[in-house]
């Protein structure tokens, strides 16, 4: 993967960050005096800073490859990087006056997969079915963080998780740039409070934790990661010898076989480290949680934008606060029974680049269309009286629109055909698109009452009022 780009600073300076917006100091008063700079800057102009510091850094410039970053990620370039986030996001951010306004779009906040590399590809899935997705910062606020387990402190530690995270940051730029895709920090690491009001309400809600299927899913693939991280970076000889002691068995043509399918795989997988094992050392497994439901509801509702999922017990969490009418006649259910009947289309495993040019190219924008009015209809105060009538109508429109989509779909299996060469497997999965619509929304009441107790202005909206499910057939 080549890397390249050149762009001043976003602050304003026609210099590169580094001789603006932060020092790779200590701060000094002199960098005290930067910060009210940057306290002054939009979310964009913030995500933008970021995607600089990574290409200044990392020295991301023409011709340097992304398998040289591989083998030679730092510790010095670690915390460089992260005295730019404490610059970015220090401990007095008033979150409120960072959200972009919305005018009449249709906003989505991403709880799925918390791993980087699994939030592209659920950006790249509901991207063709909204106007903007907002994802919750992966990257370590090192205000927020002890010591011990600080970036800053221990840079060295973080090789593996950076790596990561500059997969993550670059596969999102051309989102970033085009508006599509906002990375919004955790209002926690701003508000102890509300940290520990959200903590203590999803302790009450979960009682003792039971892990369910998802869980152990996530904790399988992350042992696997950390398995791979380190024995594929071992000497060929001690593979070798490894292998001979788990089974004697082995031939050495197959012991060569394992060696050549190692070495192809750190080759392929862009978030293994590539590096001897000393100089990998003892690395920070992080377990990012994105955020839990309690936090996830506040902020839909500060930034107006609906959750979206593809987790099953991410989903039903979400539908354990939905708030229905007792009259079954006056529902949504019609219509989010008719999106549960349809198979849809979303983009997989695509060329980031290529699949946010379809994006912005005005793909599926009917659609999109159709879902704006949906929101625009369902997001203010319900009349209970013409839900049932409306949900028959937006049914109808649904099956005009859905025919539409498909048409626009097969333009799109030519184009992909078109820019590959080919017919490129799992580019392109089916699945549901399950809609919560609960007459009266989804909310929890502490939520409101913390909101109320913060917020500045007093327009807010009591609930959110619609949800999304995206499941998948072959995941």
């Known amino acids: ?76 370039q670690i915390k460089y990087l992260y005295h730019v986030i404490m610059a970015l996001w220090p401990i007095d951010t008033d979150f409120e006056s960072i959200i972009p306004p919305n005018t009449n779009k249709l906003r989505a906040l991403y709880l799925g997969e918390v791993q980087p ?22 990257f370590i606020n090192p205000w927020c963080v002890a010591r011990e387990y600080n970036p ?54 979960i009682g003792d934790i039971k892990y369910t299927p998802d869980d152990i899913k996530f904790a399988e693939k992350k042992s696997d990661d950390i398995f791979k991280q380190y024995y594929f970076n071992m000497s060929d000889d001690v593979i070798k010898a490894d292998m001979k002691d788990f089974d004697e068995s082995f031939t050495d043509e197959q012991l ?3 060696i050549d399918y190692v070495k192809r795989e750190k080759k392929r997988n862009p978030i293994i480290l590539d590096m001897p094992v000393e100089d990998i050392g003892e690395q920070m497994e992080i377990f990012r949680t994105g955020a ?36 079954q006649s006056k529902t949504w259910s019609p219509l989010t029974n008719a999106f549960q009947e349809l198979k849809f ?62 048409s626009e779909w097969d333009s799109i299996d030519r184009e992909l055909v078109k820019w590959t060469g080919t017919v490129f497997g799992g580019a392109i999965l089916s699945g549901k698109f399950a809609f919560g619509l609960p007459t009266l929304g989804f909310g929890i009441l502490g939520i409101t009452r913390l909101i109320n107790s913060k917020l500045k202005r007093r327009e807010f909206r009591k609930k959110v009022p619609m949800s999304i499910f995206i499941d998948l057939d072959n995941k």
């Open 256 to 258: 060569d076989g394992f």
């Open 152 to 205: 800053i402190e221990k840079p060295n530690s973080f090789k593996a998780d950076t790596l990561k995270l500059l997969y993550f940051i670059l596969m999102l730029e051309p989102w970033i740039l085009s508006d599509i895709v906002s990375i919004i920090p955790d209002p926690g690491n701003f508000d102890y409070d509300l940290r520990v009001n959200t903590w203590n309400m999803a302790k009450n809600r």
């Open 345 to 406: 289309k979303f983009l997989n495993r695509l060329d980031s680049r290529f699949a946010c040019d379809l994006r912005t190219n005005g793909r599926l924008e009917s659609f999109r269309v159709f879902l704006r009015k949906l929101w625009s209809t369902v997001e203010g105060e319900p009349n209970i009286e013409t839900i049932h009538t409306k949900s028959l109508e937006f049914k109808d429109e649904l099956h005009h629109e859905y025919i539409t989509a498909k």
């Open 1 to 76: 993967m080549k890397i390249g780009r050149n762009d001043p600073c976003y602050c304003g300076s026609k210099k590169k960050y580094k001789h603006c917006c932060i020092n790779k100091k200590d701060f000094s008063s002199k960098e005290r005096n930067q910060l009210a700079k940057v306290s002054n800057l939009s979310l964009k102009q913030r995500n933008i800073i970021l995607l600089n510091a990574v290409y200044d850094i990392f020295e991301f410039k023409g011709g340097v490859t992304w398998e040289k970053i591989k083998k030679s990620i730092s510790g010095e």
């Open 117 to 138: 590399e699994l939030i592209i590809e659920n950006v790249l899935r509901i991207s063709l079915y909204t106007d903007e997705i907002f994802i919750i910062d992966p």
């Open 292 to 327: 839990n439901l309690e936090m996830a509801i506040y902020i839909s509702q500060i930034i107006n934008a609906f959750p979206f999922t593809n987790m099953q017990f991410k989903w039903n969490e979400i539908l354990s606060t939905a708030e229905e009418f007792p009259d």
